[in-house]
């Protein structure tokens, strides 16, 4: 039972252009959720979060939005760079349970020049 | 600050035998928790240590277990290797692990075959 849906294996997008990763959850008990990023050969590095008493948050070029009524949330990166080719994960936890993350299988995002 | 390191990097084993990981936190860090990555299942949670205490346990056979140690560093053994336990073996780290809003650092990872 996959609790946490990346639906999308990969995405291409050009340089400069925006990124869209999208996730879908299915557990109402879910209440923070994260995005991590990851190269090949190294672990996955903390991206951007959001609580679910709010329904954006925004770092710079990244920003994540929350709909709760549709279980959904998705990674916007405006603009593109290569540099931003990975494998993104969307992750979730309920009740403060942060060391317990439940992950999607992950977008590989390629950016080309 | 140094930050999670896991040891070996890679490790090639055969059914039947059992592995030992070693995972140590970023200093200060004293929630270790474990997770598999697999192409077909992303990353999946194993267990996570605090304070030598296992506090949650996710979904997987009794042969997946680990320990923690007073100064934080954490093992974990996985015994009687069957071929579907090939995988990447993730360890994050974090101050209390149990705090809205806290980060999980993660290591490199252990990347385990098993023929």
């Known amino acids: 039972d996959q609790q946490v849906k990346q639906n999308s294996p990969s995405l291409s997008v050009q340089e400069g252009r925006i990124s869209i990763l999208n996730c879908d959850y299915t557990?109402?008990?879910?209440?923070?959720f994260l995005w991590y990023k990851k190269y090949p050969a190294e672990g996955p590095t903390f991206l951007i979060s959001?609580?679910?008493?709010?329904d954006k948050n925004e770092d710079g070029r990244f920003t994540v939005f929350l709909n709760k009524s549709a279980k959904h949330l998705s990674l916007h990166i405006v603009p593109s760079q290569p540099g931003d080719s990975a494998v993104y994960f969307c992750?979730?936890?309920?009740?403060?349970?942060?060391?317990?993350?439940?992950f999607g299988k992950g977008t590989l995002l390629t950016v080309n020049p | 600050k140094a930050g999670v390191t896991q040891t070996p990097r890679y490790l090639i084993k055969t059914r039947g035998q059992q592995v030992t990981l070693s995972c140590s936190p970023i200093?200060?860090?004293?929630?270790v928790s474990w997770y598999q990555q697999t192409p077909g299942q992303g990353l999946q949670f194993l267990f996570e240590?605090?304070?030598?205490?296992?506090?949650n346990k996710g979904n997987f056979p009794g042969r997946f277990s680990g320990r923690q140690f007073s100064n934080s560093r954490s093992e974990m053994n996985v015994s009687t290797l069957e071929l579907g336990d090939s995988a990447l073996y993730l360890c994050?780290?974090?101050?209390?692990?149990?705090?809205?809003?806290?980060?999980?650092?993660f290591g490199s990872g252990t990347q385990l075959s098993v023929l």
């Open positions: 557990n109402s008990m879910f209440d923070y």
């Open positions: 240590y605090f304070s030598e205490t296992q506090r």
């Open positions: 992750a979730a936890s309920a009740g403060g349970s942060n060391y317990k993350l439940t």
């Open positions: 200093s200060g860090h004293r929630s």
């Open positions: 959001i609580s679910s008493i709010k």
């Open positions: 994050a780290s974090s101050y209390a692990g149990a705090v809205t809003n806290e980060k999980l650092f």
